[in-house]
C-alpha cells in the first residue's frame, strides 16, 4: 500500500540537472565567443555521444531508461567545456563515451559512480593524447596557455584571464562566465558554496606556504587559471562524487583545494585540477563514513 | 517571540486556509456504525453485548482487557447486526462489532457531573479509562496510545510540565484551530483536570505563533488563571511533534526508547484534552470526533463534528460529496497519512481528517535512484541520516539500524518530501522501526518463556 506523504517538493533530479545545464551555458557561451563555432561542435559531439551511450547501455542491459535525469547532458556538457579548443571530434566522443559508461553507468548508474563521469572521460583522454590535451590553439589563440606562459617566465593580462581572453579549455577561461552560472546555480539553492569557498580557502594558503609571496595578481592568476575556477564550482560540487553533510563538504573543498595548489607546485599546470578532483572523489565515502560515526 | 530549537524542518504549503474560517457543523450518520474491537498495541476488547442487543447512545459496548487496551462505546441508538471482521482505514481486517442505527439517538442516563474541586487522580484516570479514550501515539503511526495508561506514569511527582499541543503541525488539519475558537474553556478545564493530578505542573499551550486568533482567544480566556502560559512557537513544520515541543519548551531532550513521562513532561493534543474533559465532568465517552474535510476536490471542506463507526461513504456523501471525483483520498493528513482503496472503512477515535485532491501530482513522477544530495539529512528535524536509515531498511540490518538512531525517527516524513528522487524514505524507516519492534518484543516474549 503506498504510503505518505503525498506531497513533495515539486524538484525532481532532473529539475536540478535542467539547472546545472543552465548554469553551464555562460562558460559554453563565452567558449563559443573566444575560440569559434568549432568548439560548439565539440560540445555537441560531446552531448551526442552521452545521449546515444547511455540510451545503448539502458536498451542493452534491459533497464528502464534514465534519460529523463538530464545528467547525461551535464556529463555531456561539462566534458565539452574542459576540453582544449581545436581538439579533433573523436576525442569528445571518446571522452564522453568513456565518462558515461565507465564513469558512471558501469558503476551502477547515477548515484553510484565514485569518479566524476566527466573527469574520468577527461583522464582517458589526458592519458592516450598528453601533447594534444595541452595544445590550447584555437580560433585566434596559440598553444600555450597563461598558466603555462607564466611558468616560462613571461607576464600575462589578468583582465584577459578573468574574461576568458586567453588560450584555455572551451569553458574554463572566463572566470566572468564562470561566476555567473555559479551565482546562478547558488541562488537557486542547488549549489553548495561551502566546496567551492573552502577550495578556494586552501588552494591559497597551500600557494603562499609553497612559497607564494604576497603578490595578489600571482595568486589571482593560479585561481583563473587552469580550470580551477570551473572545478571548484562545478565538478568538486557534483552531488554524487562529493560527501553529503555539511562537515564533510567543508573538509572535501580543503582537500581539493591543497591537492591542486599542490598539484600546481609540483609542475602540473593544467591538470592539476582534474587529478585533484579525481584524488577528492575517491575520498568522498570515506568522509561520509567517518563524520557519521561522529555523529 | 517564536523559538525554534530544531535543525531542519520546513515550511509547507499547509492548507490550512481552506476550511480554517468555517465553524464546525454537525452531522449525525443514518447508516450502520462499525466499532473495531482493537485500536491500540494490546488485547482487543471484550465485547459486552451480543448479536440482537438494543444499544444506546454513549453505552459500553466493549471493555478493555489488560494494558494498551481500550472500552469500546456506542455512539448511536440501535440494534447490534454482528461481532464480524471487517475492513479498517490501513487495510487491516478487525474483529468488529456492528450496529445498525435507529436514528432515535437514545442516550443511556449519564450520571451527574462531577466538579472539578472534589477530583482525585484515581478518579481521574478511572473515569478517563472508562471513557475509552484514547490518543494517537506519535512514533509508530498506526497505534494508539490508551490516555489512561499514560497518566498512569510510574512517577507523577516527577512530571512538571503539561503540555497542549494546540500546533496542529499536520497540513490541511484545522480541526483544533476550530475547536480552540468555539471552544476554548473544553481544552483549558481538560488541561486543568490534568494539573489537580499533577500538582507541580505548569500548564503550557504550546501554539503556532502565526495564529494570532488562537493566541488571543486563549488571552481572553485565561484572564485571572494561574498556572497555564501561552508559549508561542515558530510554524515550521513538524514542530507540533511530541518529542521537538518537549525540547522547545523545556530544553530536555527525551532519550531513546523512552518517553516524554521520562524528561517529566506530557503532551496532550487538544482533542484529548477536551476528551478528558467530557469523560472526567460529564461522563461522556469518546463517541464523537471532529473531522476536517479538505483538499480541492471535496463540494463543502469543512470541519465536521461525526461519530465514531461512520463510515467513510457515508461521511463523504453527508458532508457534500465531491465536486470533482478526486485521483487522491487520503485518510489522515498529506504527510503522514494513508490512501483510501475501500471507502466502507470507519471513522475511529484515532481518524483526524480526510483530504480529497483533485490530481495526485507526484504520483506521476514516481521513484529514481538516489543521487547522494544530502537533502534529507538537512531536513531531518531529529538531526538524523535518513540516508543510511534507508540503506539499514532496505538492507534489513537492525544492529545497524538502531546505531544510526533509526529509532529516533519520529515520522515526519521530511525526508521522502525533499527527496528530489522520490525515494520513498520514509516509507521505509517506518516499516524498519516496526520490524524492530516487533522483533524486541519477540525477543521479550521468548525469554520470558
Redesign the interface.
Known sequence: MKKGPFIRVPRTTGTIMFLVFLSLLPSAGAGIYHYGLYSAAVMGVSLLTALVSELLWDLVTRKKLTLDDYSWAVTGLVLGLILPPSVPLFFPAAGSACAILAGKMLFGGIGKNILNPAASGKLLLLILFREAMNDFSGGSFDAISPLQQLASGNSVDLLDMVTGNVPANIGTGSAVAILLGAAFLALTGVLDIRIPLFSLVSFVAVLAVFGGGTDIVRYAGQICGGSFLFTAFFMATDYATSPMTGPGRCLYGLLFGAAAAFGRTLGYTEEACIYALLLCNILARPIDMGVNSVR | MAIQSFHGGTA??DGKEITRDLPVKTVLPRGEMVYPLKQLKGEPASPKVAVGDHVLTGQMIAEAVGQDSAAVHASVSGDVVSIEERTLA??EKMRCIVVSNDGRYDEIVYPESRHISGLTPQTIIKAVRSAGVVESDSFTLRDGVSTADKLETEHPERIDFLIANCMESA?YMTSDYRRILENPMKVIYGLRILMKMFPKARGILAVDERDREIIRTFRSVLKGETGIYIRRLSGRYPQGEEHLLVHTITDRTVEEGKTAADAGCMVFGVDTLVAINQAVIVHEPMITRLITLSGDAFLKPQNYRVRTGMSIKELIERCGGFAVEPE?L?Y????????VDDRSVPVTKLTTGLIA?RK?R?AK?GE???????SC??VCPE?L?P??LYRDSFKDTPARFKR?HGMRCISC?LC???????V?V??AV?KMKERVLFRTETEKEAEIL
Do not use: K, Q
Request: contains cysteine.
Open positions: 509547507l504549503y490501513g487495510g497540513p487522491l487520503v489522515g493528513d498529506t504527510m503522514t497519512g494513508i490512501p485532491l495526485d507526484f513522477i529514481s535512484a538516489c543521487i547522494r544530495c544530502g539529512i538537512r538531526s541520516n540516508f543510511l544510526h516524513g521522502s518530501f525533499v527527496c528530489p528522487a522520490g520513498p520514509a516509507d517506518d
